[in-house]
């Protein structure tokens, strides 16, 4: 009779919710990246998480750790990992064409758009207003993803002196992200894997 095999934290359980089909994810995606305006983040995270539950909110942090460290851009990494997740190569692909398709169309009349009318100062004004909104998202989106820190297995105290940290080496050092994410971010994985269960 054959070993049981233990199934990695990542396999998601029989009873989450998940994609019907690759047309769905290609669609959802395509929604998410066009809400997205501004920085996708904060949409990603309620649609995922919160609407279709796709994700819990400990498998989006996870997901989202890996895909900023990763090269290229962070939600593109993560539209790849979320469908390769549920179908493999295929979801992969599927939820990295919802991503990408309409965006690049907007994107390209937006800057024909822009190269006409970008010298009018009342597009630079909105352009600002805009950034600030893009700011708040991102933060409203720390605030809600801190809450999955106190299921981390470091202390509270520990893991958000190391996200105040973190900011600190960015926002007010501006010291390399790579040299951050080795430093800060090698302690936070050694850490992490000493408190974990053998």
Not at 31 to 57: D, P, S, Y
Not at 143 to 152: R, S, T
């Amino acid at each position: 009779m054959p070993a049981p095999s233990i199934a990695p934290t990542s396999v998601l359980p029989d009873t989450q919710p998940r994609p019907d089909s690759l047309r769905d994810l290609f669609f959802s995606f395509t929604w998410l990246a066009l809400q997205g305006f501004g920085g996708v983040l904060a949409v990603i995270q309620r649609e995922m998480v919160e609407r279709k539950r796709w994700l819990t909110q400990e498998q989006f942090l996870e997901d989202w750790a890996v895909a900023q460290i990763m090269p290229g851009p962070n939600v593109v990494n993560l539209s790849l990992m979320v469908g390769g997740r549920y179908f493999g190569l295929k979801g992969a692909l599927a939820a990295l064409a919802g991503m990408l398709a309409a965006p690049l169309v907007i994107v390209l009349i937006l800057g024909v758009l822009y190269s006409h009318y970008g010298h009018y100062p009342q597009l630079a004004g909105a352009l600002r207003g805009m950034a600030a909104v893009s700011a708040g998202m991102i933060a409203a989106t720390g605030i809600k993803l801190a809450a999955a820190l106190v299921k981390h297995p470091l202390p509270l105290w520990l893991t958000l002196s190391m996200a105040a940290l973190g900011v600190l080496m960015v926002a007010v050092l501006r010291w390399p992200l790579p040299w951050i994410l080795l430093g800060l971010g090698g302690f936070g994985v050694w850490a992490t894997y000493r408190k974990l269960p053998r």
